[in-house]
């Protein structure tokens, strides 16, 4: 079984900090991983995904993600938030050989400060 | 391009009621898939179309939802009779490519259903 941990509720940060947000997963054999961001009254929009090659992901916005395998994280990352960006993102995994549903984490709420 | 539409965007029903829920996934999608978010958890998997048939119902929690892509076009999930536990955010997500290493899912704005 394929399971995923966001183990912050909320995490907050100021404008022009680093923003971090954790995720960690467990799935047999290699993943496929994802980061979406909800916005109030909003769906789930696509930021990146991992599917091979280079560990660092870049995707929409400005956000990145690590891809470590040894320590089966991939955290995403923005250099300098903004008070946009404050929202409820979630991590998600799909195994390799277990077809295409996705497994997501609880969801970790951001909010940025001004 | 138009993205996932869900209708409606919130339904308030008492228990015992049937709910219909619908999605139109982005034009040319075969992939579509049903996922919903109960009490703040995890969003969890319901089930996947390929076209108009069921390639992965695993997550289907009971015999009380019923979905269905008539046409291989929109989907409908009824819930018939719905029950407390129901209550949730119910996402619609699809995607174009065949091979899964490629494959996105895009999602629609959820459906927010309250069963009292």
């Known amino acids: 079984a394929q399971s995923v941990a966001q183990p912050e509720d909320q995490v907050n940060v100021a404008e022009g900090n680093p923003l971090t947000v954790k995720c960690t997963y467990s799935v047999s054999g290699n993943p496929y991983l994802f980061w979406y961001v909800q916005y109030p009254n909003r769906g789930l929009q696509f930021l990146l995904k991992y599917i091979t090659g280079d560990n660092l992901v870049k995707g929409s916005y400005g956000f990145e993600a690590e891809f470590n395998k040894s320590q089966t994280s991939f955290h995403l990352k923005k250099p300098s938030a903004l008070v946009s960006d404050s929202a409820l993102y979630f991590c998600?995994?799909?195994?390799?050989?277990?077809?295409?549903?996705?497994?997501f984490g609880g969801g970790t709420r951001v909010l940025v400060k001004p | 391009e138009a993205g996932v539409t869900q209708f409606p965007s919130h339904s308030v029903i008492e228990k015992g009621q049937t709910v219909t829920l619908r999605c139109d996934p982005i034009s040319g999608h075969d992939n579509l898939y049903w996922y919903r978010r109960v009490m703040g958890k995890e969003i969890k998997f319901l089930l996947h179309?390929?076209?108009?048939?069921?390639?992965?119902e695993s997550g289907m929690p009971n015999n009380r939802f019923l979905a269905e892509r008539t046409g291989g076009t929109y989907s409908t999930l009824k819930v018939q009779p719905a029950e407390l536990e129901d209550s949730g955010v119910y996402f619609c997500a699809s995607s174009q490519v065949a091979r899964t290493s490629e494959e996105t899912q895009y999602f629609g704005p959820g459906t927010r259903l309250l069963v009292l």
């Open positions: 179309f390929v076209k108009e048939s069921k390639q992965d």
């Open positions: 998600a995994v799909r195994a390799r050989a277990a077809g295409n549903k996705l497994t």
